[in-house]
T-cell receptor, first 114, second 116 residues
Framework: EPEVTQTPSHQVTQMGQEVILRCVPI?????FYWYRQILGQKVEFLVS????????KSEIFDDQFSVERPDGSNFTLKIRSTKLEDSAMYFC????????????FGPGTRLTVT | AQSVTQPDIHITVSEGASLELRCNYS??????LFWYVQSPGQGLQLLLK??????LVQGIKGFEAEFKRSQSSFNLRKPSVHWSDAAEYFC??????????????FGKGTHLIIQP
């Protein structure tokens, strides 16, 4: 069964550094999302992406964050200057075209900012 | 704005006993509703979903959920739990309108503990 994959599984970075988290969506999926989950808390929506542009973003998704699909396969989340509070699990999710809201989640990337 | 409330932070159930996890949502129109399960250190796996139609939906692993519009609830049930069901369970709501790229709103989760 096709799966969403994410790399790396764990990233440790120093405060102020830039990080890029990568997601490979399921091949026929056209809607892409990033969520984050701070340890012990609920999953929070960050941003959705469709047709090569941001569709919706939450108030968490500020100017430090950006997303792109640089090569038509990977979907990336960039954090320009990481803060301690960016430490979290970041999940990518995707779903096919149309009004299917069944989002398929990747295994996540654990980001630790020191 | 939509919101999801899972009133039980922890629930402990004996193996073989029945289970009900509560979920209440707030949304101005017809919602799309989901239950996800997360095992320690793992991603989110979809258990079941409600879009429309029959208000009792069946999911994987023997789970079911019932949508009750009058109560704004979407409770998850299982008649007999197994030790492998121990995990974190998240209820989520999505907008049933718009262009299809709306993010899900999750509840805070319920941690299920299974006693032998």
């Amino acid at each position: 069964e096709p799966e969403v994959t994410q790399t790396p599984s764990h990233q440790v970075t120093q405060m102020g550094q830039e990080v890029i988290l990568r997601c490979v969506p399921i091949s026929n999926h056209l809607y892409f999302y990033w969520y984050r989950q701070i340890l012990g808390q609920k999953v929070e929506f960050l941003v959705s992406f469709y047709n090569n542009e941001i569709s919706e973003k939450s108030e968490i998704f500020d100017d430090q964050f950006s997303v792109e699909r640089p090569d038509g396969s990977n979907f990336t989340l960039k954090i320009r200057s990481t803060k301690l509070e960016d430490s979290a699990m970041y999940f990518c999710a995707t779903h096919p075209a149309g009004y299917s809201y069944e989002q398929y989640f990747g295994p996540g990337t654990r980001l630790t900012v020191t | 704005a939509q919101s999801v409330t899972q009133p039980d932070i922890h629930i402990t159930v004996s193996e073989g006993a029945s289970l009900e996890l509560r979920c209440n949502y707030s949304y101005g129109a017809t919602p799309y509703l989901f239950w996800y399960v997360q095992s320690p250190g793992q991603g989110l796996q979809l258990l079941l979903k409600y879009f429309s139609g029959d208000t009792l939906v069946q999911g994987i692993k023997g789970f079911e959920a019932e949508f009750k519009r009058s109560q704004s609830s979407f409770n998850l049930r299982k008649p007999s739990v197994h030790w492998s069901d121990a995990a974190e369970y998240f209820c989520a709501v999505g907008a049933a309108s718009g262009g299809g790229a709306d993010g899900l709103t999750f509840g805070k989760g319920t941690h299920l503990i299974i006693q032998p």
